[in-house]
């Protein structure tokens, strides 16, 4: 059975910091990009951050460049997205999602397999 489970989420204050994992069973894991995406209350999903099959290339979202970073341990079958510096507006429910071959263009109709999400809170 294909999953992929977010955790690390939870309640911040503003400037602290998070990490968030993604983990994967059920299909090959370095097959596949991995794109972080966020969504608050009424607002539309958004990309975060994509990294390549082998962790060589990232590319991030304009709001989140020098803060968030992503990383990968495909034998452990898990990404990572580390979070500092987090402001109020980062608050969302973060899911990570499964793109064959490449990142693209953070359209989530082209992600295969997501996850349930994680809440992220920040809030003094």
């Known amino acids: 059975q294909v999953q992929l489970v977010e955790s690390g989420g939870g309640l911040v204050q503003p400037g602290g910091s998070l990490r968030l994992s993604c983990a994967a069973s059920?299909?090959?894991?370095?097959?596949?990009?991995i794109g972080w995406f966020r969504q608050a209350p009424g607002k539309e999903r958004e990309g975060v951050s994509c990294i390549s099959t082998t962790g060589a290339w990232t590319d991030y979202a304009d709001s989140v460049k020098g803060r968030f970073t992503i990383s990968r341990d495909n034998a452990k079958k898990t990404v990572y997205l580390q979070l500092n510096s987090l402001k109020s507006e980062d608050t969302a429910d973060y899911y990570c999602?499964?793109?064959?071959?490449?990142?693209?263009?953070?359209?989530?109709?082209?992600?295969?397999?997501w996850g349930q999400g994680t809440q992220v809170i920040v809030s003094s």
């Open positions: 999602a499964a793109r064959p071959a490449r990142c693209g263009a953070w359209r989530t109709n082209e992600y295969t397999y």
């Open positions: 059920g299909f090959s894991l370095g097959d596949y990009a």
